[in-house]
């Protein structure tokens, strides 16, 4: 067994964050949500270059494009119903795509009122910003396994798996995960140079272990501490320093991410506690389990998500770029 040296790695990073957290300054950055409805068809057919079978083809790509945003604002509108009413979704995507989409409207909803003047346009310019997708054939094809994969597989497991567990136990077992993965969110906030954020964690994590037996119950999110999880990763923190997206990736089984975020995932797993444990089995089989329960929490928008939007690969794409783009203006 490694926990010695786990322990004593985990306490070297707590020490190095403190460092980093004690003289530093809390800023934040308040995010706005630029998913736009309307692409503006005339900018494309006023091109006296164009020929008229040009134009034809741009207007309709515009026109398209158009209503892949309305289907994304769509579904993040539903998401965000459910944000504001202060409750967990009924049900949720086997994609974490539509937990994204949930959780960013609890952001837009706490910041939208305290956006500084002229922050506008500079997010706006970072919104349009294009992710690469030199790989797009290679994850439409992972994008159309993982389709198959839910409605063969996961739906079916869901429905058996809700209806032996119930809500309850289901949603203290994302709690524990939750709780364990603290040092991931905490040296996350550290490195980004958020001491409020990191302090919050780790206030969050005695509570819940101590009271909250070992994070079964998510107290410290209610009165009287009331003090909510941080949305914080790797990923999140290689951003902060300037690393961009990289290109787009669609991972087997987990869907959308990037080049950047998916160098973050390995990060997270390194300063994950049951990354440790060995056999070496045992971390995948725990890491296995802990995502079939969170998605048996959140599944089924995704098919509400897929049937509405026209080209489900771009829909999916666009939500989880916008998704990472607003965490990263938090």
Request: some cysteine.
């Amino acid at each position: 067994m490694r926990y010695p040296s786990y322990l004593l790695r985990i306490l070297g990073i707590f020490l190095m964050a403190l460092v980093l957290c004690v003289p530093s300054v809390s800023s934040a950055v308040n995010r706005l949500d630029h998913i736009q409805q309307n692409n503006g068809v005339d900018d494309y057919i006023d091109d006296p270059i164009l020929d008229e079978s040009e134009m034809e083809l741009l207007e309709k790509h515009a026109i398209e494009m158009a209503k892949i945003r309305a289907d994304i604002k769509m579904s993040s509108d539903f998401a965000g119903d459910n944000a504001a009413s202060g409750k967990e979704p009924e049900n949720g995507a086997f994609n974490p795509i539509l937990l994204a989409l949930n959780e960013s409207h609890k952001t837009t909803a706490e910041t939208s009122d305290k956006t500084p003047a002229g922050a506008a346009d500079d997010f706006e310019e970072s919104d349009q910003e294009i992710v690469a997708d030199p790989f797009e054939p290679v994850n439409r094809v992972i994008f159309d396994f993982n389709d198959k994969v839910y409605f063969g597989v996961m739906k079916p497991f869901y429905g058996v798996y809700n209806s032996t567990l119930p809500e309850e136990v289901r949603t203290a077992g994302r709690n524990v995960f939750d709780n364990a993965a603290m040092p991931v969110r905490f040296v996350s906030c550290a490195l980004q140079i958020k001491p409020e954020c990191a302090g919050i964690e780790l206030a969050r994590f005695c509570i819940n272990t101590i009271i909250g037996m070992v994070g079964i119950f998510d107290i410290a999110a209610n009165d009287p501490f009331s003090l909510k999880p941080q949305d914080a990763d790797v990923g999140l923190a290689l951003a902060h320093y300037g690393i961009g997206d990289g290109f787009y990736i669609v991972l087997p089984f987990m869907g959308p991410s990037s080049l950047r975020d998916t160098a973050g995932m390995a990060g997270d797993s390194f300063l994950t506690p049951t990354s440790y444990i060995n056999p070496f089995y045992v971390p995948l089989a725990i890491s296995a389990g802990n995502y079939l329960n969170r998605g048996s929490l959140v599944y089924t928008e995704y098919e509400d998500l897929k049937k509405s939007a026209i080209d489900p690969y771009v829909a999916f794409k666009d939500a989880y770029i916008q998704y990472r783009r607003g965490k990263i203006k938090k």
